[in-house]
């Protein structure tokens, strides 16, 4: 009798997004359900993505947090839910500290009990934005109150959690999935796409990453197993808003006449300072991983790719070899 090999499909891991209707949260279900099994949870904005279970949790509820931990026992618990506005914490701080490290609290209590990693979305602004290359090692010296919030949150899991992973990130931009919510960037389409003039801040530099990077650079530490560690992410270069609108005229083949340089009412800078910088040094990542961060402007070209198809050559030909270069 001939032996016959049984093929037993491997099992899919189960990532729970705490978040699901947030941009960060909306865009990494999308990104991560090709290859896990994706649920998420939302508060007061129901969002409908394909593949992806959506249930309804208050993060700031213990109850129910349990009880979504419980019911899918996740592998992986990314928590996207939070204030991400810096104005809108500086008018909102005690909104901003129950969203951005209380519910964060129930739901790193909960990981530990139903052996789920938890991964956090944190950002550059945990830092003061001095002209320096920030490390992972610096301690944060956050002057905004969304800082303040997201160092808390870094602090708190790094003393409670026995399985972690921590992003600290550049600006994220991307589309959102919500039409009564649009991103940042959503709105920089639509004023071009009706030819109204954009006001851009050039006092603030920082990087900037597609969304799908940090969904890509996840995707490679969770399947690696990666514990317990702290990422700083960002592109290669930093950028004002201005100069980042400039790089997306450049590649989205989009005229400039309509970026007007601004000053971005910053909290906490003062109307004498010239300039803030928040500059993450990416080595820790790149040398983990063996990838290359990519500039602003590769960035962007994948964004390009991503909505638009691929990018035009200067001869107004398409060029196949004008890929992105990450791993």
């Not at 508060?43 to 409908?48: D, E």
């Not at 052996?115 to 301690?139: P, R, T």
């Not at 603030?204 to 530490?221: H, N, P, Q, S």
């Not at 602003?296 to 390009?304: A, G, Q, V």
Request: glycine share 6%.
């Amino acid at each position: 009798m001939e032996n016959v090999t049984t093929l037993v499909p491997k099992k899919e891991k189960t990532i729970l997004i705490f978040g699901l209707s947030s941009f960060v949260g909306s865009n990494l279900a999308e990104f991560f359900k090709k290859d896990f099994r994706v649920v998420g949870t939302y508060n007061k904005n129901p969002v409908f993505i394909p593949g992806v279970l959506a249930l309804p949790c208050d993060v700031l509820n213990k109850e129910e947090v349990q009880l979504a931990l419980y019911a899918f026992k996740p592998d992986i618990t990314i928590y996207a839910v939070g204030l991400s506005s810096l104005m809108e914490c500086a008018r909102s701080p005690e909104l901003a500290d129950a969203l951005n490290a209380s519910g964060l609290f129930n739901v790193v209590e909960y990981c530990q009990r139903y052996k789920s990693q938890v991964c956090y979305i944190s950002s550059g602004f945990v830092f003061a934005g001095e002209d320096k290359h920030y490390i992972e090692m610096d301690i944060p010296d956050p002057n905004t109150v969304y800082g303040k919030t997201q160092a808390s949150a870094e602090f708190y899991i790094q003393k409670s959690s026995l399985n972690y992973v921590i992003f600290r990130s550049c600006k994220l931009y991307g589309r959102g999935h919500l039409e009564n919510r649009p991103t940042t960037f959503d709105k920089i389409q639509k004023d071009f796409m009706d030819r109204r003039n954009i006001s851009c801040d050039d006092t603030v530099r920082t990087g900037y990453l597609d969304i799908y990077y940090l969904a890509m650079i996840l995707k490679i530490c969770f399947e690696k197993g990666v514990k317990n560690r702290l990422f700083q992410i960002s592109s290669n270069d930093t950028a004002t808003f201005n100069e980042f609108i400039k790089e997306y005229c450049e590649v989205f083949n989009e005229g400039t006449s309509l970026v007007q340089k601004g000053r971005w009412n910053f909290p906490s800078m003062s109307p004498a300072e010239d300039q803030l910088k928040f500059e993450l040094d990416i080595s820790n990542i790149e040398g983990f991983l063996n990838i290359n961060m990519p500039s602003i402007k590769e960035s962007l070209e994948l964004t390009f790719k991503r909505f638009m198809g691929k990018a035009k050559t200067r001869s107004g030909r398409s060029s196949n070899s004008d890929e992105v270069t990450f791993i």
